[in-house]
């Protein structure tokens, strides 16, 4: 499944959203607003994890091993999917 991500994030569609994504972070246009504290603001901080959270580890596992490069280590038995609920 690795590989798979690897090579979705290499198709050129995709890597032009990116690159255009990764231009306006060095710009400065998307970012984090600096009055914002993701470490002392609560409720930005349960934002952001709920988000991360919502995601099956068995998906976002490989994801994440594709744009980093290396492998993730299984924690436990979360890794598997899990059917979603209606």
Request: a positive charge; one cysteine or more.
């Amino acid at each position: 499944m690795r590989g798979k991500f690897a090579s979705l994030l290499q198709e050129p569609s995709l890597r032009c959203i990116l690159a255009a994504v990764e231009r306006e972070v060095k710009e400065g246009r998307l970012s984090i607003r600096p009055d914002r504290d993701c470490t002392s603001d609560l409720g930005l901080r349960d934002g952001l994890l709920l988000r991360l959270l919502s995601f099956e580890g068995a998906w976002l596992r490989p994801a994440l091993e594709a744009v980093f490069a290396q492998a993730i280590p299984r924690s436990h038995a979360s890794d598997r999917l899990l059917p979603h609920r209606v």
